[in-house]
């Protein structure tokens, strides 16, 4: 599998995605302040990848610590969460992370567990967290792969894939897997501008796993749709709310309604840790605002007029309305949505196909 990151002796290794295609190269961050900056510069990115990311963080910052006692390390941790919470907004996994994390260490350094031992127990549980993100990948495969037609092409936005997660990936995920059993599909990536994640993430990790791939500028699916010629859409999901509004990439929304005025199936597929249950509707959802630049400049080069306004936020919000399915870990989520969630959110953690 592709190696977005890695827990190494020394920092956490990243694979270098604003560099992709055309170079493979790694970041080796050594501290958690290091981390935060891998994060809020897009290095890593996808909301899976980035909330393991952000537990190794917190981990490095915790077994980096030379606080003697609890009462100096509790300071020190409420530092390090806040740095690594501050990167990413929208993508509810960063959160869930940390504070997994966070409980963990509070409940070891409420029990007065010597500081060697929290270390090594934070590390361990980061490390498992990265685990944990490849198996429900797998198990969301296994889960969605029938969903997809057993002939045709499907249409992604944004990048979904093992790039964007701890390896196989969401949506890609779902993908890779029905490929597996026999699927014989090809993708449809839309560029997915600014940033052009589809044409620089998606079509590089399909061209790796020899699935046919095509990429698309943002404009053109509805032309093709009109045509024919995409059988199903399957995105992933920065964070999900508890009526089954989905925040994607920016330009996910347009996608949605279009694949329902053509009767074409729009499905999400994300970790149960992208689900805030928390935030009742999409509308709860806070929305990051990049840097004017990712819309002014394309490979350095100024695109724009000097001056002219520019409007870059990273997301969006698609109503539940237009999703036929959210895939998870857990299962297959269909509407209603705040009543199959309410539900599912009952079920074990750790349920499989």
């Given amino acids: 599998m592709i190696p977005t990151l890695e827990w190494l002796p020394n920092g956490v290794n990243f694979l270098d995605q604003t560099k992709l295609p055309l170079e493979e190269t790694y970041v080796l ?11 809020r510069d897009m290095i890593v990115r996808g909301a899976p990848a980035i ?6 963080g917190v981990a490095l910052g915790i077994q980096s610590s030379t606080a003697k006692d609890i009462p100096a390390l509790n300071a020190e941790v409420a530092v390090i969460c806040d740095t690594l919470a501050t990167t990413r907004p929208t993508a509810v996994n960063l959160f869930w ?5 966070r ?15 929290i270390k090594s127990a934070v590390v361990a549980e980061a490390r498992r967290m990265y685990d944990e993100d490849i198996a429900a990948c ?35 995920g779902v993908i890779r897997a029905a490929v597996e059993r026999g699927h014989q599909i090809d993708v449809l990536a839309d560029e997915t501008r600014p940033y052009l994640q ?19 500028c943002d404009n053109m699916s509805a032309h093709l749709m009109s045509k024919g010629r995409i059988q199903a859409v399957i ?16 330009g996910t929304y347009g996608v949605a309604i279009l694949a329902k005025e053509h009767g074409i199936p729009f499905y999400v597929a994300a970790p149960w840790s992208t689900l805030d249950l928390n935030t009742p509707t999409g509308a709860g959802i806070p929305i990051e605002q990049r840097s004017a630049r990712e819309v002014t400049h394309s490979n350095g080069k100024q695109m724009t007029p000097n001056g002219v306004g520019i409007e870059n936020p990273a997301f969006d919000v698609t109503p539940a309305k237009y999703i036929a399915a959210i895939i998870t870990e857990r299962g297959i989520l269909r509407a209603p949505y705040a009543e199959s969630i309410s539900v599912m959110s009952a079920q074990p953690a750790h349920t499989s196909a």
């Avoid at 961050?29 to 994060?39: D, F, P, Q, R």
């Avoid at 992370?97 to 994390?101: D, H, K």
């Avoid at 969301?140 to 979904?160: D, R, S, W, Y």
Wanted: proline content about 4%.
């Fill in 198 to 216: 589809g044409a620089r993430l998606t079509a590089w990790e399909l061209m790796h796993d020899n699935i046919p791939t095509t990429v698309l």
């Fill in 138 to 172: 797998k198990a969301m495969g296994a889960f969605g792969a029938e969903l997809l037609p057993k002939q045709g092409t499907v249409l992604t936005h944004c990048n979904a894939g093992a790039l964007a997660t701890c390896g196989y990936g969401t949506a890609l």
């Fill in 51 to 56: 909330g393991v990311a952000g537990a190794m």
């Fill in 29 to 39: 961050a050594k501290n958690y302040n290091e981390v935060a900056t891998v994060i």
């Fill in 103 to 117: 409980d963990l260490y509070n409940s070891l350094a409420a029990a007065k567990t010597p500081i060697p031992q």
């Fill in 97 to 101: 992370a940390i504070g997994r994390i």
């Fill in 235 to 250: 995105v992933g999901a920065d964070r999900i709310a508890a009526n089954g509004d989905v925040a994607n990439k920016i």
